[in-house]
């Protein structure tokens, strides 16, 4: 039941769209305290915010009961990325439907002549980012001297991607008696001199929970070996199997690279980050609500805004940088009353770091096991039970099939071969290093696996000061060497090089593959020279094998192939370590 300040046609509205209840928030606003004052609203993300502002300026934008005829906007709303200003965009439109509301859409990366001609046929409405609204203003096409209602949807994040000037700018191009709705997260100094100096008597309002971060969100945070990052995402996503995951990663390289390593392994799996267009955004999340992907692999700012009604897994494969991020990350699932799991990754020597970061963020953590193979196993041998025996229903066709296989085969064999028809359609987990002490310090002692008891030590010329990371050194040595992973034996990082073992079998043919793929100089394209060494590291003055080398094991090959990388990010094997671009 909705408040009576509410206009009858969107009261209509939010019944037909199953509204019974109005969520806190919504309800906040529309309280006699707040009628027609300044607003500053905390509220968690997915709790209804965006129809709590539609329902909020609706007094502003109303008169009798209806819409006057599209002009100047009356209202201008606000966002700080494309997603999320077509999310708000999109509940505004079914919102104000009844009411025949003009609905402008003003967002970077869109075509700007369609948008001027939208604004000079009329809006009631304009929804649009803060670059691509700044610059219609300078080119005068979008005229706010009417505005009645400006709302700054997640002003905090706005502020973070240095946005201030567009806004500062877009404020001062409207008329002081506006009423300023601003929505954040968080109130850092930032915020509150914004709301100071664009606001007047604002009221406060905060519908954030102080128990947890989010009620409708289990958190989860799984230890494992910093070397198993990607791995632990694969069995994460096997064991749940949700209808709809997203996998976050700090950037866009890592973001390509965990798409294409999904991908690879036969996940359905789309990706969004900075450098996609778009066309390309809508595509991936088109593909994600129609079902034909279940896996997206996003960047933070990538994915704000994005709302998925079957997302039901959050995964951290990178840690985010703080508490407010990691809300915002995990706010993607739990929505609209439902519930999710949020899990973080953690890599073992960064779990007194998480723990501090999910007090700030007021969450209860779980902490658990990786998945193993066997555990995904289990899952699915249930998930197979269900799926097979769910009631089905045959046309004459399908049992005409039936009975020729029963004729040539046993009711056992053929529900044994759609079994196996079904489980070979499922990615194969993957083998993890437990991350606990104990299994470091055995993992360490157990130096010579087999095949490995007789080597031969090789030198590359880079180290840490070089950036030096098995994740991309493997592959190099792999390439250089004409050799698989499971041919390499420890590898051992020192400040300024590298040592590493080849069984002495197979030592001279790498030895020539090494030369074969130098320059004159020794080197390679990227600069990295290989050589055979005397001896190991431990034998050399310059190496202390306990302050100065950090040592890894290659591990028997995976997936059948060599030099496939480790971690979640694929580094580049130049001598200053991997790029890294944010968003």
Known sequence: MTPSSVPPLLSEALAARGYSALTPVQSAVLEPEAEGRDLIVSAQTGSGKTVAFGLGMAAQLFADGALPPAGMPLA?????????????????????????????????????????RALAQGAHVVVGTPGRL?????????????????????????????????????????????RTLLFSATMPKPIAALAKRYQRDALRIST???????????????????????????????????DTAMLFCATRDNVRHLHASLTERGFEAVALSGEHSQNERNAALQALRDRRARVCVAT????????????????????????????????????AGKKGTAVLIVPYPRRRRVEGMLRDARVQAEW??????EDIRAKDRERTLEALLAPV???EEDRELGARLLAERSPEDIAAALVRAYRSALPSPEELIEGTPEARKAAQADKHRPGFEDVVW??????????????????????????TKGEIGAIRIAATETWFQIP???????????ARTAGADGSDESGVRIEQAEGGPAETPRQNAKHNARQYRSGPARDGGGGGSRGPASGKPHRKGPPRQRG
């Open 368 to 373: 658990i096991s990786a998945p193993t193979p």
């Open 300 to 335: 933070d700012v990538a994915a704000r805004g994005i709302d998925l009604p079957t997302l039901s897994l959050v995964i951290h494969v990178e840690l985010p940088r703080d508490a407010e991020t990691l809300q915002h990350r995990s706010g993607r699932t739990g929505r």
């Open 76 to 116: 201008l709303i606000i966002a700080p990325t494309r997603e999320l200003a077509l999310q708000v965009s999109r509940e505004l439109s079914w919102l104000y439907a009844a009411a025949n509301a003009r609905i402008a859409f003003c967002v970077g990366g869109m075509d700007p002549s369609k948008e001027r």
């Open 208 to 242: 954030v929970g102080e128990e947890r971060g989010h009620g409708d969100i289990a958190y989860q945070a799984v230890t494992v070996s910093p070397s198993d990052i990607e791995h632990a995402a694969i069995n994460l996503l096997r064991l749940h199997e949700a």
């Open 134 to 178: 700044r610059d219609h203003l300078e080119r005068g096409a979008l005229d706010l001297s009417a505005l009645r209602v400006a709302v700054l949807d997640e002003a905090d994040e706005m502020l973070d991607m240095g946005f201030r000037e567009d806004l500062e700018q877009i404020l001062d191009g409207t008329p002081d008696e506006r």
């Open 504 to 514: 002495r079998n197979t030592a001279g043919k790498f030895a020539a593959a090494v």
């Open 393 to 395: 229903e045959f046309d």
């Open 458 to 483: 090789f030198r590359m010329d880079i180290g840490r000061r070089q950036n030096a990371d098995p994740r991309w050194v493997l592959p190099l040595i792999c390439r250089r060497g004409h050799v």
